[in-house]
């Protein structure tokens, strides 16, 4: 029996909690698999100046990370682009790294 081998991406992505159903949808399209989602707080700090105007950077903040195979990691990351915005300032950020071996 031939066995297939498919490259494995981890795709982990950061940005705030108010998407996370949105991103939950577009991951589940594509069959990711092994698919977290933590909350976190982020690290920015407003200024007081900042806080007065009403521009207080958000603090909540999700962290997903899944499986992808290799082949979806350009349209995934066009997705994150056109619906999320992922290539303006402050809106989130993804990367992946490549995973070596995965034993079920």
Do not use: W
């Amino acid at each position: 029996m031939e066995k297939k081998v498919v490259e494995i991406l981890r795709l982990t992505i950061i940005t705030s909690r108010r998407k996370k159903d949105r991103l939950l949808s577009l991951l589940t399209r594509y069959n990711v698999h092994i698919l977290t989602a933590n909350y976190a707080t982020g690290t920015v700090n407003a200024n007081f100046l900042e806080e007065l105007i009403g521009l207080i950077p958000e603090e909540e903040k999700i962290m997903m990370n899944c499986l992808i195979k290799k082949n979806q990691k350009a349209e995934i990351f066009q997705a994150l682009r056109q619906d999320f915005h992922f290539d303006q300032p402050n809106t989130g950020i993804a990367f992946t790294a490549k995973v070596d071996q995965v034993i079920f």
